[in-house]
């Protein structure tokens, strides 16, 4: 039998970069399967679908979402991670050492002593007319990413959604935009009482009721406006718009765990306060997978090294070295 990694981490977005190199300094070799699409998401994770990214500290000039995360990648090699683009398709930590098993090779068990899983989560979008052409370039999934950016500010933006999310979008937008329009296919938002009065006593904010955004248009490099399907009288109605953000949620990166790890009830992994711990010992989460609340890559990085360091100490006290 092959011998066990001392830790195998799933996934390769901020999270799992920052795990493999805390884990990699640490002298634990790490070794990553980064994902082949993992999701829907390239390896590198959510910021390989972005342009610039403009709040990660120590790029004050900001820096492209593939390259910091093509940085990444060098820096966990560097330090020794080795990095498979296989995805895990099957997990099983009913006994010690873990098995995880590749799609490449899905009769062999890979066996790890210790795992992080930082796997991610999938931004909702809608499949409307002209969005593959104005994805990031006026069409996002990210308000606190991406709102602040010059081509959002002083024009109309469109957020699709009707939960917390989208209202919490809508409200930071209303800072840069002219005007938000929150576009809703019921006639009651689903939002908490407070995030809903937030939203109507903005003045900034209009809500678009029982509509959808069917198309999206514009000169080819840059998003000019968006077509508003009326649901109650089937009616087409276009508006300029200078960007459009689904707040529809987030899918976690989680099939592969169900039934054998915690989770809540939208499939998000659950840790214990404060920790990168999971309820089975020894294998722990990282970033957007088991946090909603936040979705940055800081933060997703902050847990990856929280997720490493607490392997390692996982590892001392159960004498693996
Ligand atoms: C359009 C957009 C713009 C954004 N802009 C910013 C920004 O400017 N600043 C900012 O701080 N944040 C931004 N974010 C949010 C940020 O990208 C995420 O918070 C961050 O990437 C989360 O990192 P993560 O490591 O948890 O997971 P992810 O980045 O989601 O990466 C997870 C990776 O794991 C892989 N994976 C999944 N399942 C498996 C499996 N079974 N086996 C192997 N691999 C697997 C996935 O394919 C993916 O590559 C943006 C997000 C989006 C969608």
């Known amino acids: 039998m092959q011998n066990a990694q001392k830790v195998i981490i799933i996934g390769s977005g901020p999270a799992g970069h920052t795990a493999a190199i805390y884990a990699a300094r640490a002298g634990l070799t790490p070794v990553m399967y980064e994902g082949f699409m993992a999701g829907g998401v390239a390896a590198g994770g959510q910021l390989t679908t972005t342009t610039e990214v403009e709040n990660f500290p120590g790029?004050?000039?900001g820096i492209t979402g593939p390259e910091l995360m093509d940085r990444m990648r060098t820096q966990s090699q560097k330090y020794g991670t080795t990095i498979?683009?296989?995805?895990?398709?099957?997990?099983?930590?009913?006994?010690?050492?873990?098995?995880?098993?590749?799609?490449?090779?899905?009769?062999?068990?890979?066996?790890?002593q210790s795992v992080i899983i930082a796997t991610g989560a999938t931004a909702k979008t809608l499949?409307?007319?002209?969005?593959?052409?104005?994805w990031q370039k006026g069409i996002s999934a990210c308000a606190?990413?991406?709102?602040?950016?010059?081509?959002?500010?002083?024009?109309?933006?469109?957020?699709?959604?009707?939960?917390?999310?989208a209202?919490?979008?809508?409200?930071?937008?209303?800072?840069?935009?002219?005007?938000?329009y929150l576009v809703h296919r019921r006639d009651k938002l689903r939002a908490s009482t407070i995030m809903q009065d937030r939203v109507l006593s903005n003045n900034k904010i209009e809500i678009l009721w029982n509509s959808e955004v069917s198309a999206a248009s514009g000169d080819g490099k840059?998003?000019?406006?968006?077509?508003?399907?009326?649901?109650?009288?089937?009616?087409?109605?276009?508006?300029?718009?200078g960007g459009l953000f689904f707040a529809i949620g987030h899918k976690p990166n989680t099939d592969v765990f169900k039934g054998l790890l915690d989770m809540d009830a939208?499939?998000?992994?659950?840790?214990?306060?404060?920790?990168?711990?999971?309820?089975?010992?020894?294998?722990?989460?990282?970033?957007?997978?088991?946090?909603?609340?936040?979705?940055?890559?800081i933060t997703a990085a902050g847990s990856g090294c929280m997720a490493a360091l607490e392997a390692e100490r996982w590892l001392a006290v159960n004498g693996i070295h």
């Open 144 to 165: 606190v990413c991406d709102g602040s950016l010059p081509i959002f500010k002083n024009v109309p933006l469109f957020v699709v959604g009707g939960g917390d999310s």
């Open 266 to 297: 939208d499939g998000y992994l659950l840790t214990k306060p404060g920790t990168a711990q999971t309820n089975v010992e020894g294998v722990f989460a990282a970033g957007d997978v088991q946090d909603k609340r936040y979705r940055q890559a």
């Open 167 to 180: 209202c919490e979008e809508a409200t930071y937008l209303s800072r840069f935009a002219s005007r938000v």
């Open 59 to 61: 790029f004050p000039d």
């Open 127 to 134: 499949p409307i007319q002209g969005f593959g052409e104005y």
């Open 222 to 241: 840059k998003l000019g406006s968006v077509t508003i399907h009326h649901l109650l009288n089937g009616g087409n109605e276009n508006r300029d718009a």
């Open 84 to 112: 498979h683009t296989e995805t895990i398709e099957r997990v099983d930590f009913s006994s010690r050492p873990f098995k995880v098993f590749s799609q490449n090779d899905p009769a062999t068990a890979i066996l790890a």
